[in-house]
């Protein structure tokens, strides 16, 4: 963020403030344990604890001002009166922050700036990292960490940014109509990618083709002229072409008819890793992904795509996949500890990336005991009780001995898996999880560890790869 002035931040945000608006501003915060000084401190309510309250910790930090709608308890937290500005409502004074100094960046600090967005319902921050790393040789560069998507993490993103960023990438991720709309109206992007509609969050858009519209809101924010990289083999996707305002890229792994970048001769070694050739208008070239699971070749093809759009060359565009690590965690992260082999791709799920994780499983093990620990997959509506019964005979299929579950909406999969002859532990909390599978795991192993972000999978993992 470039240094601004306290009377800058309360225009953006359209705040009450009568402190000293000369002080200077060098970033924003939204953690008193991580604030730095010289950070206006957005005050938010969680769920368990009020930023309000917080607020004085923040000036203590060295925090110049309080962002607030809750004046009256960041008083009380012992803010002066002048180090507060009042807004009506906090997250949007912070995307209101984020939108104001990405115009300023564009109209007058810095003009090779280019912003790259990309959505889907699985695969964005994977294919997020892939954009960082390819689009590195434009020059510096801002990612978020991990997965920040949404309406809070989104304009923290685009807060980091400065003059001399070259390449701003985001993820852009939906849960209701209308929430890529306002991502975009914080951030317009240069370029964007579509991976694909599938059923993540079903139950809260209703249908498939809710969450179609909800993904086109990407290729309808961009910029006029901007590139609009589309996966040609998703129908609904590539129907997105419609509502592009510039020039559309397809990608393809089947590499189905009027595709433009798309992958042969697609094969997996002994650990799940894709090696396929790349193909495009411009050549061909051989590459060799380090991560695991075939689905990630579609994320390298959308990855590639939009490098090609900034005309990085093909033999680079493959040498940099090729190259590329899981850089978020608990992504399909494939680890050995203590003789066993962990495939942690426990960040979240929905039935499309369990069964791309079950044909991990199914891969890499082998002649080998396989194991499955997974969680509930969440926000599937109506449609839960028969997608999470339907993945017991993925899981017989890829030759899986033994399950272990946690989330009550696991249930009429326990049932389905004991039927398929699958032995079935069900825990009853995070705890009970860990300790059973330890119970269970013996060295030449493998385990896969996976389930929505709620359920709690990703704790299992952090405690399982601190050790058997």
């Given at each position: 963020m470039?240094d601004i002035t ?14 000293d ?30 930023g ?15 962002v607030?709608d809750?004046?009256s308890?960041?008083?009380a937290?012992?803010?002066p009166?002048?180090?507060?500005i009042?807004?009506d409502?906090?997250a949007?004074?912070?995307?209101d922050?984020?939108?104001?100094h990405l ?7 810095n003009?090779?700036l ?5 959505t889907?319902?699985v695969?964005?921050?994977?294919t997020k ?14 990612a978020p ?5 949404n309406?809070l ?6 807060l980091?940014?400065?003059?001399t960023?070259?390449?701003l ?5 939906a849960?209701?109509i ?7 109206s ?7 990618a579509?991976?694909?509609v599938?059923?993540a ?7 498939m083709?809710?969450?179609?519209h ?6 309808q ?13 998703d ?6 072409a ?6 559309v ?11 433009d970048?798309?992958a042969?001769?697609v094969e ?7 090696h396929?050739t790349l ?6 070239a ?5 991560l ?17 759009a900034?005309e990085i ?8 996949l090729?190259?590329a690590?899981?850089?978020s965690?608990?992504r ?14 426990s ?14 499983l199914?891969?890499?093990g082998?002649?080998?005991?396989r194991i499955?620990?997974?969680g509930?997959?969440?926000e599937?509506g109506?449609?839960?009780?028969d997608?999470?019964?339907?993945l ?5 299929e890829?030759?899986?001995g033994i ?5 009550h ?8 898996a ?9 825990a ?6 860990v ?6 795991l013996?060295?030449?192993d ?6 929505s972000?709620?359920?709690g ?12």
């Open positions: 470039n306290l009377s800058q931040v309360a225009e953006d945000i359209r705040g009450d403030f009568h402190g608006g000369s002080v200077i501003v060098r970033s924003v915060s939204t953690d008193t344990r991580t604030l730095e000084p010289g950070a206006v401190y957005f005050a938010f309510k969680g769920a368990r604890v009020d309000n309250a917080l607020a004085a910790q923040a000036l203590a930090r060295g925090g110049v001002a309080v607030t809750s004046p308890v960041a008083l937290s012992g803010v009166e002048d180090r507060l009042v807004v409502d906090v949007g004074a912070l995307g922050a984020a939108r104001a115009a300023r960046l564009r109209s007058s600090g003009p090779r280019q912003v790259v967005a990309v889907g319902s695969g964005k921050t994977t990292d892939l954009l960082s790393a390819l689009l590195a040789s434009r020059g510096p560069i801002i960490p991990g997965s920040f998507n309406e993490g989104l304009p923290l993103t685009v980091r940014a400065d003059r960023t070259a390449t990438v985001l993820e852009m991720g849960d209701h209308g929430n890529i709309n306002y991502l975009t914080i951030a317009p992007p240069d370029a964007c579509v991976l694909i599938a059923r969050h079903v139950g809260e858009f209703g249908s083709d809710n969450i179609a909800a993904k086109s809101e990407l290729v924010g961009t910029r006029p002229g901007g590139h609009v990289i589309l996966n040609k083999d129908p609904r996707v590539a129907a997105m419609q509502q592009a305002h510039g020039p890229t397809f990608f393809s792994v089947a590499h189905c008819a009027g595709a970048v798309w042969d001769d997996l070694d002994s650990l799940g890793r894709a396929f193909g495009t208008g411009q050549g061909s051989p590459v060799a992904l380090q695991v699971g075939r689905h990630h070749v579609a994320n390298a093809l959308a990855a590639a795509s939009v490098a090609l900034y060359p093909v033999q680079e565009i493959a040498r940099v090729g190259a690590r899981a850089a965690p608990h399909m992260d494939v680890r050995d500890v203590g003789g066993v082999t962990i495939i942690d791709d960040y979240n799920a929905n039935p499309d990336s369990m069964r791309a994780g079950i044909a991990a199914r891969t890499i082998v002649r080998r005991r499955a620990v997974l509930s997959m969440l599937l109506e449609s839960s009780e997608e999470h019964r339907a017991a005979h993925s899981l017989k890829a030759g899986t399950l272990v579950t946690i989330g909406e696991t249930a009429p999969l326990c049932s389905e004991v039927a398929e002859g699958i032995e079935v532990h069900s009853s909390n995070v705890s009970d999880a300790a059973r599978v330890r119970e269970i013996r060295p030449g493998v385990v896969l560890l996976k389930g972000n709620g359920s999978v990703w704790r299992i993992a952090d405690e399982l790869l601190r050790g058997i």
